[in-house]
């Protein structure tokens, strides 16, 4: 069975910066993306950030392009979302996920497995 853990989320205040955490576990590693996403009040999930396992290549939102960075540790597992230059509008759950087949990488649809979600506050 395949789990994802995200962790440090948080609240921080306009401009300041947090870091996010995604570890991927279970029998069989299947994934050859890993994605952000997130998920404000009364609004869609929207892509923030994917990057792919093998070379790390990224993929970014508009939105948070030059603010946020997506990293990977292969070893351990494990992805990563720096944020800085945080805004009230990235106040969100943010969910990471995982992508088998390299497809629909912006897209929620292209994802198979989520996390359970954290949640992330910016203050004004």
């Known amino acids: 069975q395949v789990q994802l853990v995200e962790s440090w989320g948080g609240l921080v205040q306009a401009g300041g910066s947090l870091i996010l955490s995604c570890t991927y576990s279970?029998?069989?590693?299947?994934?050859?993306?890993m994605g952000w996403f997130r998920q404000a009040p009364g609004k869609v999930r929207e892509f923030v950030a994917a990057?792919?396992?093998?070379?790390?290549?990224?993929f970014y939102a508009d939105s948070v392009k030059g603010r946020f960075t997506i990293s990977r540790d292969n070893a351990k597992n494990t992805v990563y979302l720096q944020m800085n230059s945080l805004k009230p509008e990235d106040t969100a759950v943010y969910y990471c996920a995982s992508n088998s087949k390299f497809l629909f990488i912006r897209n929620a649809m292209g994802y198979d497995y989520w996390g359970q979600g954290t949640q992330v506050t910016v203050s004004s």
């Open positions: 990057i792919r396992w093998s070379d790390g290549y990224t």
């Open positions: 279970g029998h069989t590693f299947t994934s050859l993306a």
